[in-house]
């Protein structure tokens, strides 16, 4: 049987083959001939070309740089454990970015990264701090603890000499220029012993007055800055036992040595006037035998201490219980109120027959348009009880309480997050609506059913079944909605039977914020990382629940 020649068979997909027959010489229009060998393919270009490799390499240098000055930093203030994963992952980038290969890695490394270090990081973190006494007074180590309690409780040394002084600028930091009886000039600041100068200028009573390098402040200049001058402390040497230097007028300085003497063979501190003495309580502080605590403590783990101290602490106890009651309530409320009036609206603004009605839902989501820190500082101006439009205009100057009644707080609160909330429900009704098939409603109209059958059995149940999670992610919004009630009320009005900063319309996140940043009873982050753990765990469950139950809604598609 005759071979068949490869030049006639056709190619895949039924489109013949182009190939040169074999042999040299020319074609007929004068062409060179191919000698029937394909011609090779132009060559591909290899993903790490020149410039995209010189691309990476400064890229990689600039991240590694950085990572250089990052683990510097971590090993001079012995954060060994920062310091180990900070170089484990600058490892494992360079090792992703430098090998051939490994794409998808090199596209999910920044968004990984990115995500460990600002949300599973401050996850974690704040979980920690919450089985910690973290907050003020509790914020380093015990040896700090100790040299602070030594720089702050200190008292003029009766027959301390009394030290000529200038004071100095250099930057933004103050510094004070000493002569001590003997002449001999020193410099120091709070962060700075006192070290020698001997290159000071000196005046023609022999008071050194200036320093190379150093601004010299004049009186006025002295007069501007007198409180920061008076914060000024220039320990004697490193051993905090040895005193400050402290000037009162600028001019002149004395010695001050601690009033609290430290013993390291007892870790005790007495007190050198009346021989009081203090302890490790074994809770972070220096405590005396009646239980009274020095103010510098430091930070220690302190387990389940904060959570039983949310329900226990008297002045925590009965006003935690209000507001959690009132946080269960203004999520409904407002999760319910929204929904019915934006499906309300909804439901109006989509009849075929409305004129008009695309300025209508321009309007009606407008409140949605403005931020909501800005519309809750409008609304506390409206409903003022002194000045507010409500009560001068509409109700003729009337003095009722909108914002400092605990139950119109409440109503008013209420009012004002239903209005910035109604909006998103009626885009997200208006929507849900629309999409729903207009042959059920003119094939249930058919059988006789009204339009209210209509709406509660079969508009609501489909509407429903898109709705329902955007109605929990909501309950999960207006649980933490911080913004409202914080440029509201403050929170306010507050509640007379505790020492702590808590009114009746505080929810859970504000309570957290006032407890972690709050004045009055100070910072206290333990106890708040330890409220915002219950808060999540709290959410958490009720939207499990939640989505749980929505499973059911799916039976009606």
Not at 11 to 33: L, Y
Not at 354 to 366: F, H, N, T, V
């Amino acid at each position: 049987m005759p071979k068949p020649d490869l030049r006639e068979l056709p190619a895949t997909g039924g489109q013949p083959t182009p190939v040169e027959p074999s042999g040299g010489g020319v074609r007929s229009d004068g062409s060179p001939r191919s000698n029937g060998r394909r011609r090779p393919a132009k060559p591909t270009r290899h993903p790490d070309s020149l410039k995209g490799t010189i691309l990476k390499v400064v890229l990689l240098g600039l991240v590694d740089a950085f990572a250089v000055y990052v683990l510097m930093m971590l090993f001079l203030s012995q954060s060994w454990a920062p310091l180990v994963v900070s170089a484990l992952v600058v490892l494992a980038i360079n090792w992703i970015y430098l090998r051939k290969g490994g794409l998808p890695a090199k596209y999910l490394a920044p968004g990984v990264l990115f995500l460990l270090v600002f949300q599973v990081l401050v996850v974690v973190f704040s979980g920690y701090i919450a089985f910690t006494n973290y907050g003020d007074g509790h914020n380093s180590t015990k040896d700090d603890a100790i040299s602070a309690i030594q720089l702050t409780a200190q008292k003029r040394v009766p027959d301390s000499p009394a030290y000529k002084a200038a004071v100095l600028t250099k930057g933004n930091d103050f510094y004070l220029l000493f002569t001590d009886p003997a002449g001999k000039a020193q410099v120091g600041s709070t962060e700075q012993p006192l070290t020698a100068a001997p290159d000071a200028g000196k005046d023609s009573t022999g008071k050194a007055s200036s320093l190379p390098g150093y601004q010299t402040l004049k009186f006025q200049e002295i007069v501007a800055n007198q409180q920061e001058i008076l914060k000024i402390a220039v320990p004697v040497s490193d051993d905090p036992a040895d005193g400050t230097l402290r000037t009162a007028d600028g001019s002149t300085a004395y010695q001050f040595k601690p009033a609290l003497n430290y013993d390291p063979a007892t870790d005790t501190f007495t007190d050198t006037e009346t021989g009081t003495e203090y302890r490790d309580n074994g809770k972070g502080a220096f405590a005396d035998p009646r239980g009274e605590t020095l103010a510098t403590g430091w930070k220690i783990d302190v387990g389940m201490d904060n959570f039983v101290r949310a329900f226990t602490d008297p002045s925590l106890r009965g006003p935690l219980v209000g507001v959690i009651l009132w946080t269960f309530t203004f999520s409904i409320a407002s999760v319910a109120l929204t929904f019915v009036m934006g499906l309300f609206l909804a439901i109006t603004f989509n009849r075929e027959d409305l004129r008009g009605k695309k300025a209508y839902r321009i309007l009606m989501i407008l409140p949605y348009a403005f931020p909501a820190f800005l519309s809750g500082l409008v609304w506390s101006g409206i409903l003022n009880p002194e000045f507010g439009w409500l009560n001068q205009t509409l109700l003729g100057g009337a003095t009722i309480g909108w914002l400092t009644d605990p139950v119109l707080a409440k109503i008013s609160v209420l009012v004002v997050n239903v209005w910035l909330g109604f909006p998103y429900m009626f885009l997200v009704c208006t929507g849900a609506l629309q999409s729903l098939p207009s042959e059920i409603d003119e094939a249930a109209r058919m059988d006789g059913a009204s339009a209210w059958r209509v709406f509660r059995s079969i508009k609501l149940p489909l509407l429903l079944v898109s709705v329902a999670p955007l109605l929990i992610s909501s309950f999960a919004f207006n649980f933490n909605n911080f913004n409202v009630i914080y440029m509201l009320t403050g929170g306010g009005p507050r509640f007379a039977d505790t020492d702590r900063d808590i009114g009746s319309t505080d929810i859970l996140i504000t309570l957290v914020y006032k407890v972690a940043f709050g004045q009055g009873t100070g910072r206290d982050y333990g106890l708040a990382s330890a409220l915002a753990i219950i808060i999540f765990i709290i959410v958490a469950t009720i939207s499990a629940i939640s989505f749980k139950q929505t499973k059911a809604l799916e039976d009606v598609n």
